[in-house]
């Protein structure tokens, strides 16, 4: 569970920085790349393609 905690209740912070922080622990945890990967139809051709691409970029990026 993710849990943003703006100056214990006091919110002596802005709501816009808490949800700057909610959004960067959301993206850490790649629950928002699931919930855009999941909005559209996605054929098993192409996503055994993107599979492929991102093991190559993953390979790259080890090899650096």
Known sequence: MIAVVLDRGRFRQ????G???LKK???KERVLKE???RQ???S???AAYLAR???RHMAMQ???
Do not use: Q
């Open 14 to 17: 802005p709501v816009e920085k």
């Open 19 to 21: 949800l700057k922080i």
């Open 25 to 27: 622990k959301l993206m």
């Open 35 to 37: 919930f855009r990967e």
């Open 40 to 42: 559209y139809y996605v």
């Open 44 to 46: 098993p051709g192409r």
């Open 53 to 55: 691409s991102r093991k």
């Open 62 to 64: 080890a090899s650096k």
